[in-house]
């Protein structure tokens, strides 16, 4: 169940995207944003920090929005939140409406970090394994951690299975100081 600030603006992007036919458009650059977030720490910074007044949170979200060619409803929400003073929140509001979005399809929604990039087939065996497990068809969105160093982490609803040689490792290591 999603609920929260976060919970609320996603399904109320949800249903404007929905009833616009704009699901995957909005999907697709909300993902985008997401990347935008992920590689730029000035971005970060601006979403994070109440330092910042709404205003120039708008003005700056206004500007990154254009140059990076947002679409209309995504964009305008952004903008909202912006305006609210909401943006530290942008990242739940995220996965809220992916989350919302694969309900909807009767999808399960996973993320999955792996140490390497998956191939095609990988990620095809992948989403069949996790729809074995769940009896439900599996949205994966996949990001590299290179610091795994090998193995995967699955994070499906509330449960994470983590087969990563890091935490192994890890894991070792501790049991060895246990020992020692």
Do not use: C, W
């Not at 009896?135 to 983590?162: E, F, M, N, W």
């Amino acid at each position: 169940m999603i609920s929260g600030v976060a919970g609320r603006y996603a399904r109320s992007l949800f249903e404007l995207a929905d009833e616009a036919g704009a699901l995957q458009t909005v999907e697709k650059d909300l993902a985008d944003f997401e990347e935008m977030l992920a590689v730029s720490e000035d971005l970060q910074r601006l979403i994070d920090s109440p330092v910042f007044s709404a205003d120039e949170q708008y003005k700056a979200i206004n500007a990154v929005l254009d140059r990076a060619g947002i679409g209309d409803l995504t964009g305008n929400f952004l903008r909202v939140v912006a305006k609210n003073r909401r943006l530290f929140a942008v990242p739940q509001m995220i996965r809220a409406f992916r989350q919302i979005a694969a309900e909807a399809r009767g999808e399960v929604a996973a993320d999955v970090t792996s140490a390497h990039a998956l191939t095609a087939a990988q990620e095809k065996e992948l989403k069949a394994a996790l729809k074995s497990a769940v009896g439900k068809d599996v949205a994966v969105r996949v990001t590299v951690d290179p610091s795994l160093l090998g193995g995967l982490i699955v994070k499906l609803g509330s449960r994470q299975i983590d087969t990563s040689l890091k935490t192994k490792l890890n894991s070792l290591k501790l049991a060895l100081k246990e020992v020692g």
